[in-house]
């Protein structure tokens, strides 16, 4: 009854509970370690900001380099495009010699060869037409 009379005592006691101590032991060395801690992370404050730094200088020099890229990237693809249209039709205009050269060749070695029957000829001008085709595509 005097403990619940004099909330100082009542205090007092509880302070003095083994469970108590165990837990006020508990607080002080979780106390002491964010202490640690805290020092520690102090300690490297100065290494984060050179880190820092040099993140965004390297981020600022990577947006530049990329800006470049992204200039002789479209350099290049325009230069592919006109290439790639001259390309064609150079490619194009080649093959469509070859296959009239063909044609004309094969034309000539019929003429200096022999006379030809109407089953050699139907075959001649198929083969002659379609290769005089051959130079459209």
Same mark, same amino acid.
């Given at each position: 009854q005097n403990l619940k009379e004099n909330g100082l005592i009542m205090d007092d006691w509880i302070l003095e509970l083994p469970q108590v101590q165990a837990l006020a032991w508990k607080l002080k060395e979780a106390r002491e370690e964010n202490s640690r801690l805290a020092v520690?992370? *102090?300690?490297? /404050? /100065? @290494?984060?900001? !050179?880190?820092?730094? %040099?993140? @965004?200088? %390297? $981020?600022?020099? *990577? =947006? @530049?380099r990329l800006r470049s890229v992204e200039a002789l990237s479209h350099q290049r693809n325009e230069i592919l495009k006109h290439r790639s249209n001259q390309q064609a039709s150079t490619i194009l205009a080649t093959r469509a010699q #070859?296959?009239? !050269? #063909?044609? @004309?060749e094969m034309l000539q070695d019929a003429l %200096?060869? /022999?006379?030809?029957?109407? %089953? !050699?000829?139907?075959?001649? $001008? =198929? $083969?002659?037409?379609?290769?005089k085709m051959e130079k459209h595509w």
């Open positions: 520690d992370i *102090l300690s490297h /404050e /100065e @290494e984060v900001n !050179a880190a820092t730094s %040099s993140c @965004e200088h %390297s $981020r600022i020099m *990577l =947006k @530049e #070859q296959a009239d !050269a #063909q044609a @004309e %200096s060869g /022999e006379a030809m029957n109407a %089953s !050699a000829l139907a075959d001649f $001008r =198929k $083969r002659f037409v379609q290769q």
